[in-house]
Nanobody, 122 residues
Framework: QLQASGGGLVLAGDSLRLSCAAS????????MAWFRQAPGKEREFVAG????????LYADFVKGRFTISRDNAKNTVYLQMNSLKPEDTAVYYC?????????????????WGQGTQVTVSS
């Protein structure tokens, strides 16, 4: 089970850190990723990190602003979001993939958190 938290209402330019805590089993050997879905839009990949911590992957629209990290000892993955923009407004979901690679396709992720709302006001 994945539990996402940390969303909220912020102003453009502010920062937020999302957390995704895993329970029920160890996700240390899973690839963890963040996706988001804005109203009326399809879900899109944001960032992903394999269990090794290497070869992280980011969507072009968040490069340089967002950072994904994980603490395998705590079974938790984070998404540090800086310089937030109104277009970052969405429900953010964490997801887990049983494998050693990062996929941009949500279809490859079997486990999903419930989502946390991020709203960025201008």
């Amino acid at each position: 089970q994945l539990q996402a938290s940390g969303g909220g209402l912020v102003l453009a330019g502010d920062s937020l850190r999302l957390s995704c805590a895993a329970s029920g089993r160890t996700f240390s050997s899973y690839t963890m990723a963040w996706f988001r879905q804005a109203p009326g839009k399809e879900r899109e990949f944001v960032a992903g990190m394999p269990w090794s911590g290497f070869s992280t992957l980011y969507a072009d629209f968040v490069k340089g602003r967002f950072t994904i990290s994980r603490d395998n000892a705590k079974n938790t993955v984070y998404l540090q979001m800086n310089s937030l923009k109104p277009e970052d407004t969405a429900v953010y979901y964490c997801a887990a993939l049983s494998g050693y690679y990062v996929s941009r396709s949500g279809r490859e992720y079997a486990d999903w958190g419930q989502g946390t709302q991020v709203t960025v006001s201008s």
